[in-house]
């Protein structure tokens, strides 16, 4: 591993937030444009820094959700209730603000298209985001998408939905607390599971006769990577990501960086 | 969380949280770098380990039997890193 390139990524950056738009009402995707992005793979993520007026600073991980192809990186932040930092990048940050931020880190959940198939996805509220990059990642490959997660409960808060016209439909996986079942699509027309109901106090081990053949990602948080995380390693021993942290404290005023 | 105090499960998150924070003492990739849990000898990457960022400093535990691997606190212009938790790290050449 060449040292200095690795050096290089752990600097902190400021880049400027391109554009901010609403996936739910508490969930965000956060475009940011960086000069001299050295690139990143699908899985991967950015530390992103808020610092106050008295200096104390703050330091969440979030996963990017766009792929290699795109030049600018986008981050999906959901709110949580008592969060110190996600509710200012939910509800306060706008188009043209700066951030700081380093990246990108991580390798152990990246997955490319080099890899191949098949790939079962699963995540659960923001956990969607590095699968999105994912996703993308390999739409822009292979031009194609035959790998459908379609799940046919009601998506909940903090999901990613797809453009209406696009080629994936939802890429948005609850797993709690709403009810699905895993329904196997046919091994030879699509690698993917398509989920319907799956009672989030179940293990999805139980409801999987047998193993599915690939590898996996899983993400989302602790709660529900209880329950999946020991079927997910029996079947198919994929990396998991457990991204999503409750962070208790005031609500704080973040100043905003200077741009480099 | 009804007194503000978040239990161990909301708090836990993967070993790729602590990626950042390692990655300004070692100059390659500690998602990567499998460790021996001195507890149970189990054997996994760090990527795939619980973390918890918000503890004093950050702590990966052992993923099957909990043992803390790896602490590090930061402050004052030091780091403080505790490797007991783990026998032995391996890193690879090529990740």
């Known amino acids: ?31 940011i444009n960086v000069p001299d992005w050295m690139g990143h793979r699908a899985g991967q993520h950015v530390d992103v820094r808020l610092t106050a007026e008295d200096g104390y600073q703050a330091t969440r991980s979030y996963s990017i959700a766009s792929p290699p192809e795109d030049p600018r990186i986008t981050i999906t932040v959901e709110e949580l209730a008592d969060g110190e930092v996600s509710p200012y990048l939910v ?43 994912m996703v993308r990642h390999r739409i822009a490959v292979t031009r194609a998408i035959r790998d459908v997660i379609e799940p046919t409960g009601t998506v909940g808060a903090g999901s990613c939905r797809a ?11 609850a797993m709690c607390p709403f009810d699905c079942s895993i329904r196997r699509a046919r091994p030879r027309t699509s690698s993917t599971v398509r989920i319907s109901n799956v009672s989030p106090r179940t293990s999805l081990g139980s409801r999987l006769s047998t193993p599915i053949p690939g590898s996996s990602r899983l993400a989302g948080p602790a709660s529900a990577g209880a329950s999946i995380a020991p079927c997910s390693r029996k079947w198919c021993g994929g990396p998991i990501s457990i991204p999503w942290s409750s962070s208790v404290g005031r609500r704080r005023s973040w100043k905003r960086q200077q741009r480099d | 969380m ?34 021996m849990c001195s507890g149970c000898e189990s054997v996994d990457r760090v990527g795939g380990q619980p973390a918890y960022m918000d503890a004093p400093g950050v702590v990966v535990r052992c993923a099957r039997c909990d043992t803390v691997l790896i602490r590090v606190v930061h402050g004052g212009g030091r780091y403080w890193l505790d490797l007991r938790g783990a026998v032995c790290l391996q890193i690879d050449e090529q990740a």
């Open chain 2, 2 to 35: 009804e007194s503000g105090v978040p239990d161990a499960s909301d708090r836990r998150l993967d070993g790729n949280a602590a990626g950042g924070l390692l990655g300004e003492i070692f100059p390659f990739d500690m998602t990567m770098v499998w460790t």
């Open chain 1, 1 to 31: 591993m060449e040292r200095t390139a690795v050096l290089g990524r752990l600097t902190w950056h400021i880049g400027a937030v391109v554009e901010a738009t609403a996936e739910t009402p508490r969930v965000k995707n956060l475009a």
């Open chain 1, 91 to 133: 509800e306060d940050v706008r188009a043209g603000d700066p951030l700081e931020f380093r990246g990108p880190v991580g390798g152990y959940f990246v997955w490319e298209a080099s890899q191949g198939g098949p790939l079962l996805l699963l995540a659960g509220g923001s956990g969607i985001a590095p699968l999105m990059a």
């Open chain 1, 163 to 173: 453009r209406p016209g696009s080629m994936l439909v939802r890429a948005a996986v």
